[in-house]
T-cell receptor, first 110, second 117 residues
Framework: GQSLEQPSEVTAVEGAIVQINCTYQTSGFYGLSWYQQHDGGAPTFLSYNGLDGLEETGRFSSFLSRSDSYGYLLLQELQMKDSASYFC???????????FGTGTKLQVIP | NAGVTQTPKFRVLKTGQSMTLLCAQDMNHEYMYWYRQDPGMGLRLIHY???????AKGEVPDGYNVSRLKKQNFLLGLESAAPSQTSVYFC????????????????FGAGTRLSVL
């Protein structure tokens, strides 16, 4: 089966940089995605890595190392609105099936 | 463009009652998914569909049934609700870019909050 591990909570200061790590065990790995979810809201897609390396989208970057079964999400210039839960998710089994981690709750403090 | 629409948004059931949750998407996506989200447990896949008329089991399928009679709709049924099925249910749909690196980018509905007493 699939399993993903990410920290349950992270606290960071407004304007700073924070990294959220994700390690996974899966068969038939295709890619690693990141989603953001505000309290009471729905998850929204942030970033995807199918190949090793860094993907950058504005203040957000995501990294993947397939050989280490490891990835991270990097958030720069943190804003209060970035306070949310962040989920890593792996695509596997012909990339039709997606398995989510348990999420990291990020609190941004002034 | 509505995206993914879930109905109802809230529902309270008594143990043993049945109900159907409806998910509709207007993006012509091939793939649709039903997840449940419980506190501290992330999203767990219940069932999914890779096309009209097809369904497959996810991680936690017991107690649920699904149907995909039309491409745009994916129904989740609870035949005999139990308190353990109290949760927030999310539907998602996705497509694959089909070129370069394959992706599975999921678009979520707003969720259905279900309480079973």
């Amino acid at each position: 089966g699939q399993s993903l591990e990410q920290p349950s909570e992270v606290t960071a200061v407004e304007g700073a940089i924070v990294q959220i790590n994700c390690t996974y065990q899966t068969s038939g790995f295709y890619g690693l995605s990141w989603y953001q979810q505000h309290d009471g809201g729905a998850p929204t897609f942030l970033s995807y890595n199918g190949l090793d390396g860094l993907e950058e989208t504005g203040r957000f970057s995501s990294f993947l190392s397939r050989s280490d079964s490891y990835g991270y999400l990097l958030l720069q210039e943190l804003q209060m609105k970035d306070s949310a839960s962040y989920f890593c998710a792996v695509s596997s089994g012909g990339y039709q099936k997606v398995t989510f981690g348990t999420g990291t709750k990020l609190q941004v403090i002034p | 463009n509505a995206g993914v629409t879930q109905t109802p948004k809230f529902r309270v059931l008594k143990t043993g009652q049945s109900m159907t949750l409806l998910c509709a998407q207007d993006m012509n996506h091939e793939y649709m998914y039903w997840y449940r989200q419980d506190p501290g447990m992330g999203l767990r896949l219940i069932h999914y569909s890779v096309g009209e008329g097809t369904t497959a089991k996810g991680e936690v399928p017991d107690g649920y049934n699904v149907s995909r009679l039309k491409k745009q709709n994916f129904l989740l049924g609870l035949e005999s609700a139990a308190p353990s099925q109290t949760s927030v249910y999310f539907c998602a749909s996705s497509f694959h870019t089909g070129s370069g690196v394959a992706k599975n980018i999921q678009y979520f509905g707003a969720g259905t909050r279900l309480s079973v007493l």
